[in-house]
């Protein structure tokens, strides 16, 4: 098809082509720049036009398996290229993918391949020091699958034999792109309510997001670190799909490493920096960030959670543009955006403004909209919305209110300007004495103290108020807090029966793989002694 240019492009930027599937745009690049560089991986630079080759040999692969549209292919790996040609691959073979974290248990994975059943299993040997092998003939077996493709390994299992299996370029049958409004990924959500449920996400949805994304972001060739999980939509989309549609390139690093981090954006021209924010406050903590060069430095965004102000000026003082969204997996992409011009506190309290492309608004629990300055439910309807949960189309209907906008799960409150603030997530909500409580905005009482890093509260039954809300703090490097002191803060700054029973410092959260703070652990230490 012919490329037509994005809604409200930046004039000196990449021409962001309106195409409907990824696969689309790898083909798009190839023909536009193809010796433009489409990914770096272990020091090795590949272009647009290798890229292709790549992608099309691997779907040819599948296809001669057998594997095409209504089948499913798993990949247990930490981030690196083979993982990005054989996502790209199984869409342009109209198969669905998705990704395992190494860092998961076997349960956690056993329910994850268990529910979604995929035909193929691909994974590398180890991560870290884990031996992932007996894990991923476990997985196969209780899948119903093919023995794994093994990555770093000789034998009739290993990648490069995998890819001896397609027919020769010059006499392959074509393969048709696939209908941009089938099924082409597949993004297990954290399950911190209960079992993950499987988000099913559309080509068409996944490029009109990360178009919306690249155009946001206004860097004209992205050059984006790759760290972050393959199970997570943010590794998979933002971090990938959006330097995609845009003609960028992928920096692939299989962890979160402040030195590899620094080391990319001073030799291999990183100029996109997107991360969670308990990276981002790592990263500018580390000794060489006071020291090393990030004049390249364009943009750096988060999302997931805020960001503490010193983290912010920190950032600030690389000179890049700062910018911070709010989206879910359910969306694919973004709900919201800070401005150019956010300052430090708006980019510490608020998740920025809701794009112009979504309808939003904030519902009460009735689905009634809230009067203005009201907190309310996000409800959106958004181009990049899911076609539904995996297998579960009960759980689909009830993701939706009767006239069709997505229910969120998380309470906001528009600010005067229009900046949405999160309050919280309805399902984190605790009544105490009878009066709702948003664990969130706690936290961000918590984190305004200068001794405070990061705060996670969360709620323990009480006799006599039904819950109430036990604290978890970080102290800042170079601070010391106590309970007393926190209890004080509070109380200056919340209502009664919103302050915390109880303050624990510690040093440091519980994370979930995918680097937010573990809350199911937290509630279990919560009703345990304090540690001293």
Known sequence: MTPTPARDAPADAHLVPVLETLPEYVDHWARQTPDAEAYIDQGRA??????????????????????????????????RAEYWICLLGTFRAGATWLGLNPKYQLEELLHVVGDSRPSLLLGIPHSGDRDLTPILDRLAEHAGAAAPVMLD?????????????????????????????????????????????????????????FRIQARHNDVTAMRAIVNLPINHIGGVGDLCCTPLVQGGALLFQPRFSPPAILDAIEQQGANTLMQIPTMLKLLTEHPRWGTADLAGLQFVAWGG??????????????????????????????????????TDEELSRTVGHPIDEIEMRLIAGDDAPVSPGEEGEVAVKHPGLFLGYFGNPEATRAAYTKDGFFRTGDVAVRRPGGALRLVGRRKEMYKSGGYNVYPREIEL????????????????????????????????????????????????????????????????????????????????????????
């Open 46 to 79: 590949t272009t647009y036009r290798e890229l292709a080759a790549q992608v099309a040999t691997f779907a040819a692969a599948l296809r001669e398996r057998g594997i095409g549209p209504g089948h499913r292919v798993a990949m247990l790996t930490d981030p």
């Open 153 to 209: 390994t000789d034998g009739t299992n290993g990648w490069d034999a995998f890819l001896e299996t397609a027919p020769p370029a010059s006499g392959r049958p074509p393969i048709e792109m696939p209908e941009p409004d089938t099924a082409a990924l597949i993004v297990y959500t954290s399950g911190s309510t209960g079992k993950p449920k499987g988000a099913v996400l559309g080509h068409r949805g996944l490029c009109a997001s």
């Open 305 to 342: 959670g805020p960001l503490p102000v010193d983290t912010i000026e920190a950032l600030r003082a690389t000179g890049a543009r700062l910018g911070t969204t709010y989206g879910m997996t359910e969306i694919s992409g973004s709900v919201s955006y800070s401005r150019p011009d956010a």
């Open 445 to 532: 009482a918590l984190e305004s103290h200068p001794g405070v890093s990061i705060a996670a509260v969360v709620p323990v039954a009480h006799e006599t108020f039904g819950e109430v809300g036990t604290a978890f703090c970080e102290t800042a490097p170079g601070h010391t807090v106590t309970p007393e002191e926190l209890d004080t803060w509070c109380r200056q700054r919340l209502a009664n029966y919103k302050v915390p029973k109880q303050f624990r410092i510690v040093d440091a959260l519980p994370l979930l793989p995918v680097g937010k703070v573990d809350k199911m652990c937290l509630r279990t230490m919560a009703t345990g002694p304090a540690q001293s």
